[in-house]
């Protein structure tokens, strides 16, 4: 309201002043309740569904930079659980997630499914997952259609939505693409 009206001190307001009311979209106004600033920016809790591991990584420095010998320790969390396969983790899908963890106030991120080893039965043939470039996951407390949104803002991701699911599907990639 201040800035649509260009008041200097809105607490000196009279009744019957005339205000432009700007519009916000209801999908804006839902996901800005859930913008925080992080207590310790670039720093990402992670937790693997499931199970009750955890581990808080420093993924960025403050320079933006990814911290020397994180993305082993990124690797570790984002491993086949079934069969304990690590498998080195992108650097810049590891940035975006310390990016996505900041917006939301530095919330954990919840790890559904990182790394997958290629199966012959994948229903898609050359998934992101297999060569350690997606993550599904999901913020406790943020939908999951807030947690969309804000993903596909990224430059040069896919962000698959699955309305009836637990997570978001986010991934690096050469061009930008979304499906639900």
Known sequence: LIAANKLKDPSHLKAGTKLTIPKVSSSA???????????????????????????ELQLVSKKGKLTPGVLP????????????IEHNIDSKLVQN???????????????????????????????????????????????NEVLRDYCRTFKNVGVGYYPNSLFVHFDVRKSSTFWV
């Open 73 to 84: 320790k990124v690797s570790r969390m984002m491993r086949f659980g079934k069969l304990n």
């Open 29 to 55: 106004a839902k996901s800005a309740q859930y913008v925080a600033v992080p207590k310790h920016a670039g720093r990402v809790k992670f937790v693997r569904f499931g199970t009750s591991e955890s581990q």
């Open 97 to 143: 997630i310390a990016t996505v963890s900041d917006h939301f106030g530095g919330r954990p991120i919840e790890i559904i499914s990182g790394f997958r080893p290629k199966t012959p039965t994948q229903y898609t043939p050359h998934s992101n997952h297999n060569v350690g470039k997606a993550i599904d996951m999901r913020i406790n407390g943020v939908p």
